[in-house]
């Protein structure tokens, strides 16, 4: 049977952890109270003195009084609080003797600041949902009332063509503002130009049905972003954030078209400005009440699970309590725990049922199953057998990898004049290795409690676990390896090597294939997924920046060798050197040779890119610092390319100079801003308070572990010769050692952010709002 602790450890929400009930000091306290009773007995005299016995009788005839007066060993006061917002707080009061009372007064104090903690972040927590609640309530009424207003409009059935266009949507005059970003959104209404449309004989709160009529006025123009509109006799904003650059370009050229439109409205004579609030927009719109809806039905879960284990935990230890003091505590602390803010209120129960009817009339076509999808998805099944498929990944890859060894040696593959196409195709298994390590950190994640879904701000219900990360990774590397030892076997049977060159080519195409594949197969949401991710960095400056799309190109950053030879491979087959077998030809080519300089370079400046793009958004000046880390990284990947050119002493000593200022500025953020690490005043030396890891060894081997691995640009410098390993595999295997050195880093990375995340108590996520209200000023 599992302990309870280790229960409520398992249930708690993560980011909540430090608002919970202490359990385990609350244990230890009444450990030390059964190891005083235990030290009284023991040195207990058989016979009390005459004084002695006079002063027990004396206080058990007034705590006797007591008794009768309150009825328990404890009487609990409740201090009635000057305001709504900090609420009761609550004290105990001892009224019989216990064997040790200072350990028991030292008990109940623990246990009031327990329930008073609690109160107060239940009630503060309530509050903020409750707010968001109504947001939410009156989001739904304008969103009801646009879509009526449009619906009405279609509903006319116009006679031309040019008129079904003019009708299909909202029309009234346009006004944008800059993005802002989501912390800043509530508070920039000062900066943004009015609007446009203005909805009059508006109906009532209730009278959602009736519409709107529209009033021209004329405002200005500024960005892309934004819309607004007036309805319910108030202006209000239309905020579609320019999430990806699908939007942003939907955006731009609207906003072109809408130029041209009113430029011809204005030539024929007609009043050009219109603000159209067509479908698209309003699915948008609708699309982010839906989740703003979702993230709070969530939150209110998480508020339920908050109070029951609390109110468990509070039995609990009042059992434990009672049986190691032989009092009858538990009934009179738990009437006053019952009655408490944090368990009597139903307003989280109210507003949860009525999140859940708003939600299966509007999103779900009265449908509760269909809504109950999205607002509880259903969890997948995870199988405990982490193990095997860590063996399996591991047995495959090192028998393949031996007979791929054994087949190469056999047919002279690395023999000085020998083709290197297998050796390139072979470090495409850094990337498999790369998802094996992401499969890895999951399970620790998993483990250590930290809620990688909501920092990557992913759907559970869509996201790989980690059983399907080593399927995949003992799948692709089987495979390759598989493939590529067939073709050695073709080639030592006597078949033509032009012949059965094109194999390992049509090995990548399947994969692309693969990635690509629109069916709903192989994992299609997260192949989907990770293709916007990539298509999100290469555009990195025109969108907002969110966690997972800075964090994926921080993998790409590692992955640089695998990129410059995906890009020899695709020279390689796409010029036809194959057919020839002329695997010198792409590196003879000026072209080709600045590409591939080139390659090295984009993962460093994408990331700069999104740096700066956050920099633009937030106005942190630790964004520039950052910015800086990656340009020190492509100076120094320039000084190599220089010095490959012209091997001299000064560009050597240039290499390593502009080098290692580059890898002390990456330890630096490596250990203090992405670790958190390197904390002076920490009560754990050289780290930080809080640690995930108990074992505190393990971040002291992984911060030196990290220092070596940064240094391995020493040997693309000055080429040590290992015997006679060929260069190749030596590169290889400093390549592997930076994926391994990335995965490490991924671990600690969202240790950090989960950590902040905890400290703010963030467990859910603000979701902006379309419509926003604003002052009337012309």
């Known amino acids: 049977m599992v302990k309870f602790s280790k229960q409520f450890e398992g249930q708690l929400v993560p980011e909540w952890k430090e608002a919970f009930v202490d359990y385990c000091k609350l244990k230890k306290e009444i450990k030390k109270i059964h190891f005083l009773n235990n030290l009284d007995t023991n040195s207990k005299q058989p016979k009390a003195s005459f004084p002695h016995t006079i002063i027990s009788s004396l206080r058990k005839y007034t705590f006797l009084e007591h008794n009768q007066r309150d009825h328990g060993a404890i009487h609990v006061h409740r201090k009635l609080a000057a305001s709504d917002s900090k609420g009761d707080m609550y004290e105990t009061e001892l009224l019989e003797q216990f064997a040790d009372t200072d350990a028991a007064v030292e008990f109940f104090a623990c246990l009031d600041h327990q329930l008073n903690k609690v109160n107060q972040f239940f009630r503060t927590k309530e509050k903020e949902f409750v707010e968001r609640g109504d947001s939410l309530r009156n989001q739904m009424e304008i969103l009801i009332e646009l879509k009526t207003v ?131 927009k309003l699915h948008h719109a609708e699309k982010m009440i839906r989740g703003a809806f979702i993230e709070l039905y969530k939150g209110l879960g998480y508020l339920k699970t908050y109070r029951n284990l609390n109110m468990l935990a509070f039995v609990k230890i009042l059992k434990k309590f009672d049986k190691v003091t032989n009092k009858q505590v538990l009934p009179i602390y738990l009437k006053v725990v019952e009655s408490s803010y944090f368990n009597s209120s139903d307003k989280v129960l109210k507003l949860a049922d009525e999140v859940e009817e708003l939600f299966v009339k509007h999103f779900a076509d009265d449908n509760k199953r269909k809504a109950m999808k999205y607002l509880k998805p259903a969890q997948k099944e995870e199988s405990h057998s982490v193990t095997f498929f860590i063996g399996l990944f591991t047995g495959c890859f090192i028998a393949l990898f031996m007979g791929y060894i054994i087949m190469a040696h056999i047919t002279g593959m690395y023999r000085p004049k020998s083709d290197a196409m297998y050796m390139e195709t072979v470090i495409f298994n850094l990337l498999f290795l790369h998802l094996f390590l992401y499969g890895c950190n999951m399970v620790m994640w998993r483990k250590t409690r930290i809620n990688y879904n909501f920092i990557f701000e992913q759907p559970q219900t869509k996201e790989l676990k980690h059983n399907d990360v080593f399927l995949i990774c003992t799948t692709s590397m089987a495979a390759v390896i598989g493939v590529m030892f067939v073709h050695l076997s073709l080639v030592s049977k006597g078949y033509s090597y032009a012949q059965v060159q094109a194999i390992p080519g049509l090995l990548l195409l399947a994969f692309i294939i693969v990635l690509v594949c629109p069916l709903n197969i192989m994992y299609k949401s997260s192949r989907y997924c990770f293709l916007s991710v990539i298509r999100n960095i290469v555009l990195s400056p025109l969108y907002k920046v969110v966690m997972l799309d800075f964090y994926m190109a921080d993998q790409l950053c590692s992955q640089v060798p695998m990129l410059r030879d995906l890009e020899n491979i695709a020279c390689y087959y796409i010029t036809g050197s194959y057919k020839t077998q002329d695997y010198q030809y792409c590196m003879r080519t000026t072209y080709y040779r600045d590409l591939a300089y080139a390659v090295s370079f984009l993962p460093y400046y994408w990331r700069a890119m999104q740096c700066a793009r956050r920099w633009f958004d937030e106005g942190h000046t630790s964004h520039l610092v950052n910015l800086g880390k990656y340009v020190s990284a492509m100076v120094a990947a320039g000084a190599k390319v220089a010095y490959e050119k012209e091997k001299s002493a000064g560009w050597l000593c240039l290499v390593v100079v502009v080098s290692s200022i580059a890898t002390l500025y990456q330890l630096y953020w490596d250990f203090v801003k992405d670790w958190g690490l390197l904390q002076l005043n920490s009560k754990n030396p050289w780290l930080r308070d809080e640690l995930m890891l108990r074992k505190k060894f393990i971040y002291y081997i992984s911060m030196g572990l990290n220092l070596i691995l940064r240094l391995a640009w020493l040997q693309s410098v000055f080429h040590y010769n290992f015997g006679r390993v060929d260069y190749r595999i030596t590169m290889l295997f400093l390549a592997a050692l930076e994926v391994v050195r990335r995965g490490q880093w991924n671990f600690y990375r969202l240790e950090n952010e989960h950590l902040n995340n905890a400290g703010k108590f963030r467990a859910v996520k603000t979701v902006p709002l379309p419509f926003h209200e604003v002052d009337d000023q012309d």
């Not at 009234?172 to 920039?188: F, K, L, R």
């Not at 050229?253 to 609030?277: A, R, T």
Request: proline content about 4%; charged content about 35%.
């Open 150 to 280: 449009l619906q009405q409009k279609l509903g006319k059935g116009p006679s031309s063509a040019e008129e079904s266009k003019e009708d299909d949507s909202v029309s009234g005059t346009i006004s944008c503002d800059e993005e802002v970003s989501e912390q800043g959104m509530e508070n920039s209404s000062d900066e943004v130009d009015k609007l446009g449309a203005e909805f009059s004989d508006s109906p009532r709160s209730g009278e959602v049905g009736k519409p709107c009529k529209l009033k021209k006025q004329d405002r200005k123009m500024r960005s892309f972003s934004d819309r607004t509109v007036s309805c319910r006799g108030k202006n209000l904003r239309i905020h579609i954030p320019l999430t990806n650059p699908t939007r942003t370009f939907s955006a731009i050229s609207y906003l072109l078209w809408d130029d041209l439109v009113n430029q011809s409205s204005k030539k024929c004579g007609v009043d050009g400005n219109k603000l159209h609030i067509n479908k698209k």
